[in-house]
């Protein structure tokens, strides 16, 4: 049975990724940086993959340091590097983000590389695609212009992380795939959640009096690691780039889906936008609104026809995702 390496195994698309390996019949090694988690993190892998031969066993081994890497990839027939960084709030310098996407996408290959494993699939976003001179529906033929005045140092991050890994990867004959989800919701696996997940479960508390009018397509993290293990095992994958996202919903439209879903959480959810105008000038004395700031009034629908037709995917609708979100927040007891 063919061993995947999963970085970033802990955080909330590689739980998934790792769930989707074993039920496709592979066992999995994922890397951490704490081994202190690894119970917890194998119990909820195990308790959503269901029934499974496959074996999950963890390496220690961070991004930004070389030791374990090699340990890490021995007996492996592919990587998936999900690992990334993703910023709670805007980082003071881009070096903060850049270095370690950067960097640590190309130490992975290389270690990668070194052991002898030449198929990986990678791991990056959205804001690598819809960030240039090109208009929507944007497709895997579209870049973000690292340089360009819509680029946040994440969109940099991930632009050059992915750009450094398809240069590395025809230097060197690596088969590289690169999934491109948009914002990933969905169900939980264990009670970590990423960023996205995080906007919806402060939402449902009710920390937010409205929000602002930003309209983002959406991915359910399930079809997302679907996707990598379709793009892992389809040999035309190879060399190529995947959106992986579905409609577009605006963040009003999140919340009347939630309201809608989740009564007894609707009076703690925002009704009301923020005008672009009063987003504008508060972000001037909170830098970390930037990001938001810079997505008012961009249209941001992407082409999912590639995934569909390449790797059979077929993903579940966007408000599928929401719901399928607010039902394991609440679950999870976390709202």
């Not at 030449?118 to 212009?145: H, K, M, N, Q």
């Not at 095992?233 to 409609?247: C, V």
């Not at 026809?305 to 993903?315: D, I, M, N, S, T």
Request: charged share 20%; aromatic share 6%; proline share 6%.
């Amino acid at each position: 049975m063919d061993v995947i390496l999963v970085t970033g195994i802990g955080g909330f698309i590689g739980r998934h990724i790792a769930a989707e390996l074993l039920r496709a019949g592979f066992s999995v090694r994922g890397t951490l940086r704490d081994a202190g988690r690894i119970g917890d993190i194998e119990a909820s892998i195990r308790a959503d993959a269901g029934p499974s031969s496959g074996t999950i066993t963890f390496a220690t081994a961070d991004l930004l340091a070389e030791g374990g890497w090699a340990e890490a990839m021995q007996g492996i027939a592919a990587v998936v590097h999900s690992a990334s960084p993703f910023p709670a709030q805007v980082p003071e310098n881009d070096s903060d983000l850049v270095r370690p996407a950067r960097e640590g996408t190309l130490r992975v290959l290389s270690a990668a590389r070194q052991a002898g494993v030449e198929r990986v699939v990678l791991t990056s976003s959205i804001a690598a695609v819809c960030y240039g001179s090109g208009r929507s529906p944007f497709t895997e033929a579209d870049w973000t212009d690292p340089d360009g005045p819509l680029t946040t140092p994440y969109y940099r991050s991930k632009t050059l992380a992915e750009r450094a890994a398809w240069d590395y990867a025809k230097a060197e004959g690596l088969a590289l795939s690169v999934i491109n989800p948009g914002l990933v919701l969905g169900p939980l696996i264990g009670r970590d959640y990423g960023t996205s997940v995080g906007i919806v479960a402060k939402a449902m508390r009710g920390v937010y009096p409205a929000v602002p009018k930003l309209a983002l397509p959406v991915v359910d993290v399930r079809d997302v690691a679907r996707a990598h293990v379709l793009a892992l095992q389809t040999p035309a994958a190879i060399g190529e780039r995947f959106i992986a996202a579905t409609e577009t919903l605006t963040f009003l439209e999140i919340m009347q889906i939630l309201r809608l879903h989740f009564p007894s959480h609707a009076r703690k959810l925002p009704r009301f936008t923020v005008p672009n105008a009063l987003a504008r000038i508060v972000e001037r004395f909170d830098r970390s609104l930037t990001p938001i700031v810079r997505e008012l009034g961009r249209d941001t629908r992407v082409s999912n026809e590639k995934a569909r037709r390449v790797l059979g995917w077929a993903p579940r609708t966007s408000e599928e995702a929401v719901v399928a979100t607010g039902r394991s927040l609440i679950a999870a007891g976390l709202v």
